[in-house]
């Protein structure tokens, strides 16, 4: 039997690299249970404004929240309105509960917790966003059949894109037993380490049971040049 392995813990430290980097040293447990903290947060106020990826990097002091969207104006807001509400209300409910009896919420909020926000052009090449408009369709009683039929064109007639595929498993259409439904078209090597391959797992919440959501976006592939990575098409 094979052993089934994350698409991006596969390749971490080859092709890929972590969502939350930088100096964790003696604190790794209490700066690790906050990363957690800050995602749920953050997915829980801005989840719906089209958020695919939240990275973390830290530095002595100093703590850098890079949030990928394709909404980005909805979060920033007008005259960046939005984003200083959320940066405050992340250092009240997330990081005082760690640090106000240690006296260090003023130093942080003098250090600075700095929201960063990039947009994200297409976001069809974007495994995330593209599970989060299948639930979005799923949640709203739309056919099986036809989100995955719909998503997987989608997917393959944006640029750059060689495979994909995608997967709903549950009580589909509300049916009394579970199982699982996916479509697949073009290529999709998950066994090689240099595929670029975007992955994805969501969950769409019904009325009649929870379904899983999940969707691999094959790319092309990288290779790794001094320290960097590059696909075939850039190399000399």
């Known amino acids: 039997m094979s052993h089934k392995v994350h698409p991006k813990i596969f390749r971490i430290r080859e092709t890929e690299d972590w969502e939350s980097r930088g100096f964790y040293e003696k604190n790794f447990a209490s700066y690790l249970e906050e990363d957690f903290k800050i995602r749920k947060f953050l997915d829980s106020k801005i989840g719906k404004f089209g958020v695919g990826r939240i990275e973390i990097e830290r530095s002595p002091g100093k703590v850098n929240v890079i949030i990928s969207s394709s909404r980005p104006g909805l979060i920033i807001g007008r005259g960046g309105e939005g984003i200083e509400k959320l940066k405050r209300e992340l ?110 797992y969501k969950i769409a919440k019904c009325s009649y049971g929870v379904i899983g959501v999940k969707v691999w976006i094959y790319k092309g592939e990288k290779f790794k040049e001094h320290g960097n990575t590059a696909t075939p098409e850039n190399k000399t």
């Open 91 to 200: 250092i009240i409910k997330v990081l005082r509960e760690d640090f106000v009896k240690k006296d260090k919420v003023k130093s942080r909020q003098k250090s600075g917790l700095r929201l960063e926000i990039r947009e994200i052009k297409n976001p069809w090449i974007h495994a995330s966003l593209v599970a989060l408009w299948m639930v979005g369709q799923i949640e709203k009683r739309m056919r099986y059949r036809r989100v995955l039929k719909q998503t997987l064109g989608k997917v393959m007639a944006q640029k750059g894109v060689k495979g994909a595929r995608v997967e709903l498993t549950g009580r589909l259409n509300g049916i009394a037993i579970a199982r699982k439904e996916w479509l697949k078209q073009g290529l999709l090597p998950r066994q090689t380490i240099r595929a670029n391959i975007d992955y994805s």
